[in-house]
């Protein structure tokens, strides 16, 4: 079984910045790709970044140029790091991780954090 805790949320000021850590434990050798999610109030969960145990990442247009996920030096360990923050990018940020390359969906992952608040309010 593998435990995804993630940390650094917060409430930060439009156009701040904050950094995410998201760290695995337990049988986390099956992980290939470890991914970010939000999910607003109200909405449904959507992607992030992805980054896979190769180090491709992909992006959600909507925080291409402003957010940077990377890998840690440890196994399972994932950032991300995200500027220039807007009242939309408040949500509960959920980490994943997939025994998938290249997961594209929610239901390509199999492990989930608890999740961070990240509020932009001024």
């Known amino acids: 079984q593998v435990q995804l805790v993630e940390s650094g949320g917060g409430l930060v000021q439009p156009g701040g910045s904050l950094r995410l850590s998201c760290v695995g434990s337990?049988?986390?050798?099956?992980?290939?790709?470890m991914g970010w999610y939000r999910q607003a109030l109200g909405k449904q969960r959507e992607l992030v970044a992805v980054?896979?145990?190769?180090?491709?990442?992909n992006y959600a247009d909507f925080v291409k140029g402003r957010f940077t996920i990377s890998q840690g030096n440890a196994k399972n360990t994932v950032y991300l790091q995200m500027n220039s923050l807007k009242p939309e990018d408040t949500a509960v940020y959920y980490c994943?991780?997939?025994?998938?390359?290249?997961?594209?969906?929610?239901?390509?992952?199999?492990?989930w954090g608890q999740g961070t608040q990240v509020t932009v309010s001024s």
């Open positions: 994943g991780g997939s025994r998938l390359p290249t997961p594209k969906i929610v239901a390509g992952y199999d492990y």
């Open positions: 980054i896979t145990s190769t180090g491709r990442t």
């Open positions: 337990g049988s986390s050798f099956s992980i290939n790709a």
